[in-house]
C-alpha cells in the first residue's frame, strides 16, 4: 500500500487542480497535515458530492481511504460532517493568508482546516477556532493542542468577540455578514463565507449549520 506521506502530496495535487488553489503554503499543508487525525478511527462513512447525496463505508481503517475529495462523517445522524476539501480550500486560498497573520474560523469542527490555517501562519501567527457544538469544540482542542498558535473556544460564533483579525473564515451558511465579523477585521482585512437565501418557514431557534 501506498505511504500516508505519498497520498498526501497526491491529494494536494488533487486538490489544487480541482480547486485552482495559488497558495503554496496551503499546498504544503495539504500535504503535511494528517487528516485522519481529526476524524475519529476508521473505518468511516464517507460522502462524494454526486447527487443524490448519500454515504458510503471505507472498506478499512487505511488513512489512505481518505485522501480524497470527499466529506467524512463526525456525527452520520446530523448529516454533521468534515467539509469537502476542494470547496474549503477554495475558501481559505480566497482569504490569501500571510506568515504571522491572525485568522478566526467560526464553526471549526475538529479542527482539520483550522490545522491547515495554522501551518500557513506558522508558529508567529494565530488562529483562533470557534465552534458552537461542545463535542466538536472539546475533539477539536484535543486535536489542535500541538499547535501553541492556536486557540480554540466552544461557544457562538455570531456572539462571540474574536478581537481584531487578518482575516475571518465562516465554515456555515450566512445571509448577510455580521456586523461582529466586520468589527473584528482588520485595515484590509478578509472575511470569507458561504452565502445562502434561508426559506422564510425556517425555525431559526432549532436550525444549526452542517459541520465542516
Known amino acids: 500500500m501506498e ?3 505519498a497520498a498526501r502530496r497526491q491529494y494536494a495535487e488533487m486538490i489544487r487542480r480541482s480547486a485552482d488553489l495559488r497558495s503554496e503554503p496551503l499546498m504544503r499543508a495539504l500535504a503535511e497535515v ?3 487525525a481529526f476524524l475519529g478511527p ?3 462513512k464517507i460522502m462524494r458530492f454526486v447527487f443524490p447525496l448519500k454515504y458510503e463505508d471505507t472498506p478499512d481503517a487505511d488513512p489512505l481511504r ?8 463526525l456525527d452520520a445522524s446530523r448529516m454533521l460532517n468534515n467539509g469537502l476539501p476542494s470547496a474549503v480550500a477554495r475558501s481559505i486560498d480566497a482569504m490569501d493568508v500571510r506568515q504571522g497573520e491572525r485568522l478566526v474560523h467560526a ?7 483550522t490545522a491547515l490555517m495554522a501551518y500557513m501562519v506558522g508558529p508567529n501567527g494565530r488562529v483562533t477556532g470557534i465552534e458552537f457544538d461542545p463535542v466538536l469544540a472539546a475533539r477539536a482542542q484535543a486535536n489542535l493542542r500541538h499547535l501553541a498558535q492556536v486557540e480554540v473556544v466552544a461557544g457562538d460564533a455570531t456572539k462571540y468577540d474574536p478581537g481584531p483579525a487578518d482575516a475571518i473564515f465562516v465554515s456555515a451558511g450566512a445571509t448577510h455578514p455580521l456586523s461582529l465579523w466586520l468589527d473584528s477585521l482588520k485595515l484590509s482585512g478578509r472575511l470569507v463565507f458561504p452565502m445562502v437565501r434561508w426559506p422564510a418557514e425556517v425555525d431559526w431557534a432549532s436550525a444549526a449549520p452542517d459541520g465542516v
Open 42 to 44: 476508521g473505518p468511516w
Open 3 to 5: 505511504e500516508p506521506a
Open 66 to 73: 481518505i485522501y480524497d475529495d470527499v466529506l467524512v462523517a
Open 107 to 113: 464553526g471549526c469542527g475538529t479542527g482539520y482546516f
Open 34 to 36: 494528517p487528516r485522519e
